[in-house]
């Protein structure tokens, strides 16, 4: 058998673990107590991993707040200290089964999704909702709504999923993209209906009405942006992308992320090797009073849904979205086509009406982005390039061809 057919068979294999996994949701729970590797001093953020002193300062400002959020420090400035003086252990969310949207930080209190794939058995890990804190902002209104969280309404998300008996993910997902989602950036169908789905749930714990009414303002898009379905969906996609790891001689990524510095991609066949490039700044529309030199490198975690083939890949599902990110229906259509060039399988339970019902296309093959010179399309948020601010936009991406030309460079070396 060729070089080719050997990868290109061993891609097959990655895809339909991807497509055939199957996250459920199982628990809300604090960090410590689930995420594997996770201490007291840790400190989780998105992207490959980076030091300290290489940081964007959105995620800087993010380490700051978990650092009030923990009540190791009472103000900004003292957490900026602690941050520095190496009493804290960075390391990366997906070392750890985890992702986190933007700066994604996750510390030890902070209350996480936890999804568990019944079919391959792993389980990954998202923070429940951290606020303002995924662009950066340390100000202590951020830090309360977390608190908040923490403290009031995930007691009565964890007993409602435990009364629920889990909550299946896929079918949830499949609903979404069919009442107008992508789930990456839109993910106002997707929230609501799992607020819908937790409701008689919820009642059914032994919650006061006061306990209750603060959990269902929660999850009935309480929050202006409609974001809990994007932290459901990065959990999820997360689990069927670790069930597509270490399949030997395959081409296919198993994990995108950025950091606000460098985009990095893992690849199946090829462990838990980051391959990395410059992150580029998105182009899109911005929240007013900021502008595109506001802008910070893209960042986040997030790139992990078009991973798994939605998102971007899945763009025709939700032309609404372009008026978020910029453009026209018709360019949701294409970038969803032109995906199909640089993947190597189609999800028949992820299906795109607009396009008679075919499948989303699903794992990047290194190979066909390099032969092609097409980039995986991502939508994405935008932080602000200062710490102290909430989230300034949203729009598209692509990562840097440098990351498929390092993986490739491997993965012919691997064959040698």
């Given at each position: 058998?060729?070089?080719?057919?050997i990868?290109?068979?061993?891609n097959q294999?990655a895809?339909?673990?991807?497509?055939?996994?199957?996250?459920?949701l199982v628990d809300?729970a604090?960090a410590?107590?689930v995420?594997p590797?996770?201490?007291?001093?840790t400190?989780?953020?998105a992207g490959?991993?980076?030091?300290?002193?290489?940081?964007c300062?959105?995620?800087?400002?993010?380490?700051q707040a978990a650092?009030l959020f923990?009540?190791?420090?009472?103000?900004?400035?003292?957490?900026?200290k602690?941050?520095?003086s190496?009493k804290v252990?960075?390391?990366?969310?997906?070392e750890?089964?985890?992702?986190g949207s933007?700066?994604?930080?996750?510390?030890p209190?902070m209350p996480?999704?936890?999804?568990?794939?019944t079919?391959y058995g792993?389980?990954?890990?998202?923070?429940?909702?951290?606020?303002?804190?995924a662009?950066?902002?340390?100000?202590?209104k951020?830090?309360?709504?977390?608190?908040?969280?923490?403290d009031?309404?995930a007691?009565?998300?964890k007993?409602?999923?435990m009364?629920?008996?889990?909550i299946?993910?896929?079918?949830?997902?499949?609903?979404?993209?069919?009442?107008?989602?992508?789930?990456?950036?839109?993910?106002a169908?997707?929230?609501?209906?799992?607020a819908k789905?937790?409701?008689p749930?919820l009642?059914?714990?032994?919650f006061?009405?006061?306990?209750?009414v603060r959990?269902?303002?929660?999850l009935a898009?309480?929050?202006?942006s409609?974001?809990i379905?994007i932290f459901?969906?990065?959990?999820?996609?997360?689990?069927?992308?670790?069930?597509a790891k270490?399949?030997?001689?395959?081409?296919?990524?198993?994990?995108?992320?950025?950091n606000?510095?460098e985009?990095?991609?893992?690849?199946?066949g090829?462990?838990?090797?980051?391959?990395t490039?410059?992150?580029?700044?998105?182009?899109?529309?911005?929240?007013?009073?900021?502008?595109?030199e506001n802008?910070?490198?893209?960042?986040?975690?997030s790139a992990?849904t078009?991973t798994?083939?939605v998102?971007g890949?899945?763009i025709?599902?939700s032309?609404?979205?372009m008026?978020?990110?910029g453009?026209?229906?018709r360019?949701?259509?294409?970038?969803?086509?032109?995906?199909?060039?640089?993947?190597?399988?189609?999800?028949p339970e992820?299906?795109?009406p607009a396009?008679?019902?075919?499948?989303?296309?699903?794992?990047?093959d290194?190979?066909?982005?390099v032969?092609?010179?097409?980039?995986?399309?991502?939508?994405?948020g935008i932080?602000?390039k200062e710490a102290?601010?909430p989230e300034?936009g949203?729009?598209?991406?692509?990562?840097?061809m440098?990351?498929?030309n390092?993986?490739l460079k491997?993965?012919s070396?691997?064959f040698r």
């Open positions: 058998m060729s070089k080719s057919a990868i290109s068979e061993a294999e895809a339909k673990r991807m497509i055939t996994a199957h996250p459920v809300v604090p410590i107590k995420i590797g996770m201490t007291e001093r400190i989780l953020h490959p991993p980076i030091e300290w002193d290489r940081m300062n959105a995620m800087k400002g993010a380490i650092i923990e009540g190791i420090a009472s103000s900004p400035e003292e957490a900026l602690i941050a520095k190496g252990i960075f390391e990366t969310n997906h750890h089964q985890a992702v933007m700066t994604g930080v996750t510390s209190s996480v999704w936890v999804v568990k794939d079919v792993n389980s990954a890990y998202q923070a429940l909702d951290i606020g303002d804190f662009g950066g902002n340390f100000h202590q951020a830090v309360q709504y977390n608190l908040m969280v923490r009031e309404v007691p009565v998300l007993a409602a999923i009364e629920a008996k889990g299946d993910m896929k079918i949830w997902m499949s609903k979404a993209f069919h009442m107008g989602d992508e789930l990456h950036n839109r993910c169908a997707g929230t609501n209906l799992f789905m937790m409701m749930n009642v059914r714990t032994d006061d009405r006061e306990s209750l959990a269902a303002d929660y898009a309480g929050k202006p409609e974001l379905g459901l969906s990065m959990v999820s996609c997360k689990v069927a992308c670790d069930a270490n399949v030997k001689n395959s081409s296919v990524v198993t994990a995108m992320s950025r606000g510095v985009f990095g991609i893992k690849v199946s090829l462990g838990d090797v980051w391959f490039g410059p992150s580029n700044v998105p182009k899109g529309l911005y929240h007013p009073p900021y502008r595109e802008a910070n490198p893209d960042i986040g975690d992990i078009e798994r083939g998102g890949f899945i025709a599902t032309p609404a979205i008026g978020f990110v453009g026209i229906a360019d949701a259509l294409n970038y969803t086509l032109e995906m199909g060039a640089i993947t190597v399988a189609k999800d992820f299906t795109i396009l008679d019902f075919q499948g989303t296309p699903v794992g990047i290194v190979r066909k982005v032969e092609t010179g097409i980039l995986p399309i991502i939508d994405t932080a602000h102290g601010h300034i949203g729009g598209l991406v692509r990562p840097p440098e990351a498929f390092k993986a491997a993965m070396e691997e």
